[in-house]
């Protein structure tokens, strides 16, 4: 979706103008964008391990503390890893959703930009 709104946002660019920093912007936007989303995941992630090794640490206290009644609670822990392991491979999806929308960013504002920006840096003639 956003990869749709960014493409909606640049314009085609044959010299030097408004429109060349305009879309250098919106890509470089959405570069900062993916940057940030991957750093709330990767924090994500490291919540995820948190909980994964408190889970397992109660697993293992369970089975050796209160032998008679950890099987009951075996299920639940099943359950609980299952959704740990979603929720990973959802914020993988995420990622690489991100990789491929940010690689069309730069990719549609390099086929729209057909100068380099640095060459607007020069003082007119």
Same mark, same amino acid.
């Given at each position: 979706?956003?990869?749709?709104?960014?493409?909606?946002?640049?314009?085609?660019?044959?010299?030097?103008?408004?429109?060349?920093?305009?879309?250098?912007?919106?890509?470089?936007?959405?570069?900062?964008?993916?940057?940030?989303?991957?750093?709330?995941?990767?924090?994500?992630?490291?919540?995820?391990?948190?909980?994964?090794?408190?889970?397992?640490?109660?697993?293992?206290?369970?089975?050796?503390?209160?032998?008679?009644?950890?099987?009951?609670?075996? $299920? %639940?822990?099943?359950? *609980?890893?299952?959704?740990?392991?979603? @929720?990973?491979?959802?914020? /993988?999806?995420?990622?690489? &959703?991100? $990789? %491929?929308?940010?690689? *069309?960013?730069?990719?549609?504002?390099? @086929?729209?930009?057909?100068? /380099?920006?640095?060459?607007? &840096?020069?003082?007119?003639?």
């Amino acid at each position: 979706m956003a990869t749709v709104v960014v493409a909606t946002q640049l314009k085609r660019v044959t010299e030097c103008g408004a429109e060349v920093w305009a879309n250098l912007g919106v890509a470089v936007g959405a570069t900062l964008f993916v940057i940030l989303l991957a750093a709330a995941v990767y924090n994500q992630w490291m919540t995820l391990d948190a909980i994964q090794a408190d889970l397992g640490r109660q697993k293992d206290k369970l089975k050796k503390e209160y032998v008679q009644v950890a099987n009951q609670f075996s $299920a %639940v822990y099943d359950r *609980l890893d299952r959704r740990v392991a979603k @929720h990973r491979a959802i914020l /993988l999806a995420v990622l690489a &959703l991100c $990789a %491929v929308g940010l690689a *069309l960013t730069w990719f549609i504002f390099w @086929h729209l930009t057909s100068i /380099l920006p640095t060459a607007c &840096l020069q003082p007119s003639q």
